[in-house]
């Protein structure tokens, strides 16, 4: 349930901040209700308690950030790797004998269209599955293609079209390790938990409401946890890792 509404990146980021207000709302209620506010020690405890747990907001927030933006930049380097695999496979096809080559050329133009079928799947756990099935056909064809193409030719070109088609499956495993790696849940949980706490004890010390003021802090926490779990899924919400290597290889490796 929670790993599902973090695919729904900006839907979770208005939820916190809902329940970020609900939280203010119910420490200002219930420091009315005990006068926190008439008495100065308790509202300096409270206040430092506060100042601190939004201290540790900020470096969870922080944290988290950095390990979405890590993540992120893999994932672009992985598509740049896997398309100049493809590319490399490609070329050396040109090395083979027919009717080796024209086959083998005709499935990795297929095959860059998997992989572009793969990312656009998003999220959709059962097109990402049957995404992955597709590329692992057509894997097995190119590879049953070279071993057909090793029995008679054990030149220097033919081992290299082979290892150019391994750093190939390689990459797809990576890819599709890289799109599973997000960030656990429990630091979600932390985050969510941390700044919860956070705004209550706030709300705890304050006498007169001003909505303004009040709705900023629940805001950006809100906004920042969005931007980051919208970094974390790759596959899906506005930021996207770009496809632009695949695509630009698909073009170049068309028919003439």
Known sequence: MFENLLNHQWLAAISLFVFMALAIELGYRTGIKFRIGDDQDRKEQINAIAEGLFVLLSLLVSFTLTMAVSRYDHRRELIVREADAIGTTYLRAATLGQPYQGNVEQLLRNYVDARIG????GSDAAQVEQAVKHSNRIQ????????????????????ASMNSLNE???????RVAALQNRIPPKVWMLIIIVALIAVFTRGLTLKRRLWLTLALGPITVAIAAGLIADLDNSGSGLIRVDQGPLYRLKADIQPK
């Open 118 to 121: 793969f990312f656009a799947a």
């Open 168 to 174: 190939v499956i390689d990459l797809d495993s990576e």
């Open 140 to 159: 097995q064809e190119l590879w049953g293609n070279l071993v057909a193409v090793s029995q008679s030719d054990r030149t220097s070109m033919a081992v």
